[in-house]
């Protein structure tokens, strides 16, 4: 079990702000968790459509798609950065 | 001697400059960023992910005390809605020569664009609403630093 965070875009387009999500063991990085969530529902395809568009933070770290996420509590997804 | 702030409140720049003239320092360097009033906007929304910010700035001053030999870095990042005209972000830093509390000024605010989990969403006089696109230039002038 972990939670998932979304932010900008990709939560307007999943719906949801957070969830909590049980993957199975395979998912076992950041790029297989997004193949996981994609099936969720036609938000989820969407909002994962573009993966260039895509980042993570696992454990409020910056993380790239192969980064494992076993034992990560939250795990967050949303577009490029745009503060400053 | 780092100094951090995320929040909606306002800052007061002039306060923020003359904390950071701290003993030793021979100059103090400085960017505001402010709303810029073009394109038919209203105001601009500021997101960020709280359990993540606070650590992803600090991490980013950290490298610039550690690159310059500053006495004094200070970033304020707000968030909200603001409209054209108002402060988004402040960065200073002060040194005992210019060059350090220069230079780094100008990598605080490149990295922040980069580096710091923020996102603008612009609200337009139309009632229309969009999310800001990341820019190359923001991702090259951050790659300078390296």
């Known amino acids: ?84 | 001697m780092l100094r951090i702030a995320v929040q909606e409140a306002d800052f007061d720049a002039g306060a923020e400059l003359v904390r950071l003239n701290l003993p030793g320092v021979g100059g103090v360097g400085s960017f505001i960023g402010v709303v810029r009033d073009s394109g038919g906007i209203k105001a601009l929304h500021l997101e960020h992910y709280p359990s993540m910010t606070e650590k992803a700035v600090k991490r980013i001053a950290e490298q610039a005390a550690a690159r310059w030999p500053l006495l004094g870095c200070t970033v304020i990042h707000r968030v909200g809605r603001l409209v054209p005209g108002e402060n988004i972000v402040f960065v200073g830093a002060s040194s005992a020569h210019r060059d350090a509390a220069l230079q780094a000024s100008a990598f605080l605010i490149d990295w922040l664009k980069t580096s710091a989990p923020f996102w603008k969403r612009e609200e337009f006089v139309s009632g229309a609403s969009a999310w800001v696109a990341a820019r190359e230039a923001d991702d090259t002038a951050a790659k300078n630093w390296e």
Do not use: H, N
């Open chain 1, 1 to 84: 079990m972990m939670r998932v965070l979304y932010f900008a875009w990709l939560r307007e387009k999943i719906g949801v702000a957070e969830e909590d999500v049980a993957p199975p063991p395979e998912v076992t990085s950041v790029a297989a968790l997004i193949d996981w969530l994609r099936a969720r529902g036609p938000g989820y395809a969407a909002a994962f459509a573009q993966q260039k568009l895509v980042r993570c933070a696992v454990d409020q770290e910056f993380a790239a798609p192969d980064m494992a996420i076993a034992g990560a509590a939250e795990i967050a997804f949303f577009p490029p950065v745009t503060g400053g």
